[in-house]
């Protein structure tokens, strides 16, 4: 009798809204650094996001607040909850926005590495 196969866990798939070039490959290192297996998606402007957001389900998005194309990464954040209440999210911003919103993780902008990584790091762990 074989062994039963035992099905690997699907890599957590993130969206990265951020309309800063300069910015994204940071946070994307940042992703890779904590958990090398994720499927990670950029978005750099808001009509991008929202069509990757109703194309396939994310576990976590992060999103710039301010975004090129319409809206906030607010406005993307709920939409992300409006299709999954479960996905993780969180937001950046370069402006003085204080506390996220209904609890969503806010990171301040400019960041270093511990920063960033101390931010990113509960949005991945424990697995969803």
Same mark, same amino acid.
């Given at each position: ?11 957590l $798939? +993130?969206? /990265? ?13 940042? /992703? $890779? ?16 996001? $929202? ?8 576990? +976590? ?9 319409g809206?906030t990464?607010?406005?993307? /954040? ?9 996905? $993780? ?40």
């Open positions: 009798m074989q062994p039963a196969l035992q099905e690997q866990p699907r890599p $798939r +993130v969206l /990265l809204i951020e309309d800063d070039p300069d910015v994204a490959p940071l946070i994307y290192r940042g /992703l $890779r650094k904590l958990a090398p297996s994720l499927s990670i998606v950029w978005a750099s402007d808001a009509p991008r996001a $929202r069509e990757m957001l109703w194309a396939k389900p994310f576990d +976590v998005v992060i999103a710039d607040y301010a975004i090129d194309g809206g990464g607010w406005t993307l /954040l709920e939409e992300a909850r409006a299709i999954d209440a479960r996905v $993780r999210c969180a937001v950046l911003s370069a402006l003085p926005l204080g506390v996220g919103k209904l609890g969503t993780p806010f990171l301040r902008k400019p960041f270093d590495e511990r920063e960033l990584l101390t931010f990113l790091r509960p949005l991945l762990d424990p697995p969803l």
